[in-house]
């Protein structure tokens, strides 16, 4: 008994190594040639629109792209999509997550319907928002604030970036929801009762009791969608292409700009750099924390 | 909630019935309110999605005219989508890429998660990080040599290309649910297995994948969510060949595109089959999209 299974652990060494070969290799390859080339280009002076101006550019590709103030634009406008997304579903998908919560009749259906837009693809999202819900004539929302006797808003000329912002936030709601709800159920309801027992009312009990319960999912919630918010693409793509001037442009749509659209390798490719660094600094912290909830 | 109610219910019970009566009305009354506020909500934030659905019976006319609930339905939208704007070449380019990566990601992911799993050894635990960290990598900063290379090999716009990336996209994703699945099972079966004489294959093929289908199938259909509605790389690596439903539907963008109700139809075809997977899945995906962190 004994034996076969020490002899077991050192065969299964080499057996889990080999099991998972495919997958570490494959991954790693995926990481280390793109991440690689990024990092060599952009010390290179490459646009393919130039075939004879080539070699080694040093520092030049950052320098040009510190000094343009596209950049700055660029991460301002970054920074306002991140920070007032997450605002809005953090704070939206908390209260929905406890009104949901809740017991009322066909909760089951109703939530269903609460997280619908997180399976919708981002091109659809987008386009159904600025057409159908924005459109400063025929929209839903002009038609909803001319009911009301006010003057139509023509959305994407006057608030382009609250109106992306919008729509990337109709989209990751559900999602904080989601998961906010998820971690609601592992919610100890005797402690509730207890609390209501002692005479808590509901607003202690959210602020004492579900708040804090809620802490790791929130900032869970917090970090992921960091990181894909951080490179919003196909949103802006479909309604604003960064526009009007840089008013829409952040730091993925001017990488974009830059590589696809004026074939510039070298500047493009520290731009990349820099949208690494930066989704690297928010996902140590996601990665320590994931791990520390490996070992429980 | 049902189990916290019950178990006050025995100080509930030594109450005089007069008392109770009123008690319940409130509950009942309250639980009205809720109900009205949940489902306000509820609608409000599914109404996008249902007036695009609507759109889509309509025509391009009443389209664009007032918003109205009142017309009469008809398919032409769905008939010009279908025959003329070939829809059907885009949704099959969609199929193939999610579904063929996402069997691609499981065959690679299965061993891996069975082996982290089940033969833990000292490096298993950086090995899961580091795969988690691999997905940080924000795609814009490898859009340069991702798209140099693909040219050069000549897989730009094609479907394989598409199914290289999105397989390395959601490899992660999948070998960390898995890994979670397996994690659930109980060891002695496949321990009991072992002892009969049953090989790593049969282990693997007998006992693991039927016991943890459910847990397979779900994070199966989340990378097909997440391949289907993947809109970076589509949009960047495609044009006309390969271009899945993302694609297509985003040409609709261009001011000569602009047709609200053939939009609508097409966005609903696009959006109709994953909406039924997340609908089925929502709970288990929890695990996949937080890397085990909230289950």
Known sequence: MNKTRTSGRTVGGLRSLSLQAPAVSLLLLWMLIPLGMTLWFSFQRYNLLMPGMTGFAGLENYEYLFTDPALWSAMGTTLLMVGWVLAITVVGGTLLAVLFQQEFMGQGIARVLAIS??????????????????????GVLSWLVELFGLPAVDWFSSLPLTSIIIIVAWQWLPFALLILLTALQSLDEDQVEAARMDGAGPIAIFFFITLPHLKRAISVVIMIEMIFLLTIFAEIFVTTSGGPGLATTNLAYLIYIRALLDFDVGMASAGGVIAIILANIVAIFLVRMVAKNLES | MTTARTKSLPSSHAAPLTQRAPWLGILRSRRLWLGVLGWSVALLIFFP???????????????????????????????????????????????????????????????????????????????????????????????????????????????????????????????????????????????????????????????????????????????????????????????????????????????????????????????????????????????????????
């Open chain 1, 117 to 138: 837009p997180f399976f919708v693809m981002p091109t659809v999202s987008a386009l159904v928002w600025k057409n159908m819900m924005m459109h400063p004539a025929n």
């Open chain 2, 49 to 295: 999605i249902f007036w695009m659905v609507l759109t889509g019976f309509k025509t391009e006319a009443e389209a664009i005219a007032e918003p109205s609930l009142v017309f009469s339905p008809t398919l032409e939208s769905y008939d010009a989508v279908q025959n003329r704007a070939g829809y059907a070449r885009f949704a099959i380019n969609s199929v193939v890429v999610a579904f063929g990566s996402t069997l691609l990601a499981l065959l690679i992911a299965i061993p891996a998660a069975y082996s982290m799993a089940f033969l833990p050894t000292r490096r298993t635990k950086g090995t899961l990080l580091w795969m988690l960290s691999t997905k940080m990598l924000p795609p814009v900063g490898v859009l340069v040599p991702i798209y140099l290379l693909f040219r050069d090999v000549g897989l730009l716009d094609t479907r394989t290309g598409l199914v290289i990336v999105y397989t390395l996209m959601n490899l992660p994703i999948v070998v960390w649910m898995l890994y979670t699945f397996f994690k659930d099972m109980p060891r002695d079966i496949l321990e009991a297995g072992r002892m009969d004489g049953a090989s790593t294959l049969q282990e693997v093929l007998y006992l693991l994948l039927p016991l943890t289908l459910p847990g397979i199938a779900s994070t199966g259909l989340l990378s097909v969510i997440l391949s289907w509605n993947e809109a970076f790389w589509s949009l960047n690596l495609t044009s006309s060949q390969a271009a899945p439903l993302t694609a297509y539907i985003a040409s609709f963008s261009s001011p000569e595109g602009l047709f609200w109700a053939k939009l609508s139809a097409a966005s609903t075809m696009a959006i109709a089959p994953i909406l039924v997977f997340g609908w089925l899945t929502q709970k288990q995906m929890v695990r996949g999209l937080t890397f085990g962190a909230v289950k």
